[in-house]
């Protein structure tokens, strides 16, 4: 992972701690009163120097809000101050600030001009102590809104109150359970239980003795293992109970066919471990990963087993559960899309169809001691569409095998490679054609191969990628 800054995102999210400290506004209208204000919310106290003053900051003075002093800015007025905002519409003084600013190494806004400023303020959604942030670098100011607007309708104004009833019994918590798992593990109880919906609901009182009395409760937190489906590749495609383990999980054990941005929806603070698991390039044995879950599990963490698509297709998601059986350890499975269901969507392939297919079979083509050992008689059937997983290594003994088993050379097959995501290809054949247009592309891995006549349909139903025009059968490249 390169921890080079990237141009799209190169602001560092921070809180900054005001209280009592010295704020410097420079301008005085209205923006600049917006900003002593949204100051004095952070508890700064805030100097507005102008030579003239507006009608809501000579009101934020007059309660003593704020201390005015009517002329004009000069460089040394930075000195002593945390933090200066321009807010002012000469450009001369707002440029002033910001020389002033780099020069004393005091953080600066000027209101709307990013480039003179050494920090942005974010859009702000407060439910004080809560607070969301959100930025847009300064790329679109009116989307950052929006998002503002949709977490807004989300996010309960109570949940302010809830975040100040657990700020009461943080050190409690701390001294009661040290060890942060553990501790954590208790606040999520609270968070989404009965407690939070007392304070929610307004009922503050019996919230605080509940939680008090749950402290005193004594309560071992047990390892947990959840087995998690992340689906294909494209991150929208993972459940909502997927995503809500994630988030809940303080390990997460990834291999190679989960992209990094799905990753990276495991809460913030998670430790991610890489387990890899390529065709023959084990990062982790398979015995290790079983032994690296038992282990978590055993210290009382909660484990999420990130596997690509669905954990009981290919996935080996059985034998990893075997082992945590085999020392009690509990667990869940929650089921993803899998690589057919996913590659067969994305590519317009139904992988059956009234006319065309009337049952579907999943297989491995994973080559044992060199050869495919398939059930071939039963792959050859008519009316049936096969999706092979790990089947392009050996493409070309698959498409023999099931021509020399009867089924027809000219029967179509499409192999789709990193299916769902935006690389997405597709390479579309006959069982004939199929295995020297793969080699000529040339397919990489993840990829699927998907045989019978649903493949046709390709043409029509295709929707993921470049406009139809481009698809068709038997010579398509195409995402
Ligand atoms: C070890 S199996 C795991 C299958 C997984 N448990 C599932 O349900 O999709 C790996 C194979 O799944 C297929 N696969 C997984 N993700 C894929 C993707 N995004 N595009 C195409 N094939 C994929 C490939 O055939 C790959 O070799």
Not at 311 to 336: K, M, Q, S
């Amino acid at each position: 992972m390169s921890l080079a800054p990237e141009a799209d995102r190169a602001y560092f999210a921070a809180f900054l701690d005001l209280r009592g400290k010295r704020g410097l506004v420079v301008g005085g209208g209205r923006v600049a009163a917006l900003k002593a204000e949204a100051l004095l919310r952070s508890g700064a106290r805030v100097t507005v120097i102008a030579p003239e003053i507006g009608e809501r900051l000579s009101e934020l003075a007059l309660v003593g809000a704020v201390r005015l002093e009517r002329r004009r800015f000069q460089p040394g007025d930075l000195l002593g101050a945390q933090i200066a905002i321009a807010a002012t519409d000469d450009p001369a003084v707002n440029e002033a600030v910001s020389a002033a600013g780099s020069a004393l190494r005091i953080p600066v806004n000027v209101a709307d001009n990013a480039a003179l400023s050494s920090f942005i303020m974010p859009a702000l959604v407060d439910r004080a102590p809560l607070q969301i942030a959100i930025s847009s670098a300064g790329a679109s100011p009116v989307l950052a809104r929006k998002v503002r607007t949709l977490i807004e309708a989300a996010v309960p104004f109570a949940f302010g109150r809830l975040a100040q009833l657990i700020g009461r019994f943080r050190s409690a918590s701390k001294e009661r359970y040290p060890d942060p798992e553990a501790r954590r593990r208790f606040w999520e109880e609270v968070v989404d239980g009965p407690i939070a919906d007392m304070a929610l609901s307004g009922n503050e009182r019996s919230a605080a003795s509940a939680l008090e009395a749950k402290l005193r409760e004594r309560r071992d937190f047990t390892g947990f293992v959840s087995l998690v489906g992340a689906g294909p590749g494209d991150p929208e495609l993972l459940t909502l109970r997927a995503l809500r383990v994630m988030q809940a999980a303080g390990v997460v054990l990834y291999d190679h066919l989960v992209s990094p941005p799905l990753v990276d929806l495991a809460r913030r603070d998670a430790e991610r471990i890489y387990v890899g698991k390529e065709r023959d390039n084990h990062a982790l044995p398979q015995g290790e990963i079983n032994a690296l879950m038992v282990r978590l599990a055993r210290e009382g963490k909660r484990v999420v087993r990130l596997k690509g698509g669905d954990p009981f297709i290919f996935g080996r998601g059985g034998e990893e559960i075997d082992a945590l059986l085999e020392h009690g350890i509990a667990f869940e499975v929650v089921p993803g899309i899998t690589a057919a269901a996913g590659a067969a969507s994305y590519a317009g392939i139904p992988l059956t169809h009234r006319d065309y297919a009337q049952s579907c079979v999943f297989v491995t083509g994973h080559l044992k001691n060199g050869s495919a050992q398939l059930d071939w008689q039963a792959l050859a059937r008519p009316h049936q569409t096969v999706a092979v997983y790990m089947g392009v290594g050996a493409l070309a003994q698959i498409c023999q095998g099931l021509i020399a088993h009867g089924m027809p050379e000219s029967m179509p097959a499409a192999v789709v490679e990193k299916a769902t995501l935006p690389e997405q290809r597709v390479v579309e054949g006959t069982l004939l054609t199929l295995p020297d247009k793969a080699k000529a592309q040339p397919i990489g891995p993840p990829a699927l191969l998907i045989v019978g006549e649903v493949v046709r349909l390709r043409a029509k139903l295709g929707w993921f990628g470049p406009a139809k025009a481009e698809f068709g059968t038997d010579h398509v490249i195409s995402r």
